[in-house]
C-alpha cells in the first residue's frame, strides 16, 4: 500500500542547530514524487522542496535539503541554521502515481526551536 | 504568487446542518482539492476535480459532496453536519503534475 511515515510526532532543536526531520516511503510505481511542507501556528501550508523519483541530485531550496535515499525509501528533510521562524508542523508527501493526483501526506512532525 | 482563498476561517455550526465551505483561486489552475486535517492522522483527501463539473473522491468521501461549476471555485458541501465532522479543512489547487499544492489557510469547522 501506498504510505507516508513520519516517525517523529515533535522534536526541539537550539537555535542555529541543523535538524532532520524523517520521512520514509512505501510505494511500488517507478515515477513518484516527494515533497516538503511547513505549516505555522497560523494554519496555511507552505511548499518548501520537491524531489522526483528519477531526480539524479538531492533538492535543495536556500537552507532546506531533502536527503533522497532511494534504495532506502527515505525523503528526509534538513533544515541547516534553525532560526525561532521555523518552528511549526511539517507534513513529508508523495503524489505515487504517473496520471494520479491523490497525494499521500504523512501524520507531520512538530518542529520547536529553542532560543 | 497563487492565492487560494477560503471564505471562512472559523465556523460554528449545529448537528444536522447544511454547511458549505468556498475556495477560489486565481491562478486557472484545472485541479482543486479538499482535505481534511485532523491531529495525529495529518491531511486526508475528501474529494478533488480536475475540471469543471468534473470531480472525483479521495479518500474519505462519506458525508460530504462537492461542486465545481466554475474553474475558479470549489465547494465543499457537508450535508447534514454531524460532530465527527469537526476538524480543519483545507483547499487547494495545483498547476501541473509535478507542482506543489498551493493551500488556502484553512477552516476550522467546530460542529456541536
Known amino acids: 500500500a501506498q504510505k507516508i511515515t513520519q516517525t517523529q510526532p515533535g522534536m526541539f532543536v537550539q537555535e542555529k542547530e541543523a535538524v532532520t526531520l524523517d520521512c520514509t516511503y512505501d510505494?511500488?510505481?517507478?515515477?513518484?514524487?516527494l515533497f516538503w511542507y511547513k505549516q505555522p501556528s497560523s494554519g496555511e501550508m507552505i511548499f518548501l522542496i520537491y524531489?522526483?523519483?528519477?531526480?539524479?541530485q538531492n533538492a535543495t531550496e536556500g537552507r532546506y535539503s531533502l536527503n533522497f535515499q532511494k534504495a532506502r525509501k527515505s525523503a528526509n528533510l534538513v533544515i541547516s541554521a534553525s532560526q525561532l521562524g521555523d518552528s511549526a508542523m511539517y507534513f513529508c508527501?508523495?503524489?505515487?502515481?504517473?496520471?494520479?493526483?491523490?497525494?499521500?501526506f504523512g501524520t507531520g512532525t512538530r518542529l520547536k526551536v529553542l532560543a | 504568487d497563487v492565492k487560494v482563498t477560503q471564505s471562512s476561517r472559523y465556523l460554528v455550526k449545529r448537528t444536522g446542518e447544511k454547511v458549505f465551505l468556498e475556495c477560489v483561486q486565481d491562478?486557472?489552475?484545472?485541479?482543486m482539492f479538499w482535505y481534511r486535517q485532523d491531529p495525529g492522522l495529518g491531511l486526508r483527501l475528501i474529494y478533488f476535480?480536475?475540471?469543471?463539473?468534473?470531480?472525483e473522491k479521495g479518500d474519505i468521501p462519506e458525508g460530504y459532496s462537492v461542486s465545481r461549476e466554475k474553474k475558479e471555485r470549489f465547494s465543499l458541501i457537508l450535508e447534514s453536519a454531524s460532530t465527527n465532522q469537526t476538524s480543519m479543512y483545507l483547499c487547494?489547487?495545483?498547476?501541473?503534475?509535478?507542482?506543489?499544492?498551493?493551500f488556502g489557510n484553512g477552516t476550522r469547522l467546530t460542529v456541536t
Open positions: 508527501a508523495m503524489r505515487p502515481t504517473s496520471g494520479t493526483y491523490k497525494y499521500i
Open positions: 510505494t511500488s510505481d517507478p515515477s513518484y514524487g
Open positions: 524531489q522526483g523519483s528519477y531526480d539524479q
Open positions: 491562478m486557472d489552475h484545472e485541479n
Open positions: 476535480s480536475y475540471d469543471v463539473k468534473m470531480k
Open positions: 487547494a489547487s495545483i498547476q501541473g503534475y509535478n507542482s506543489p499544492l498551493h
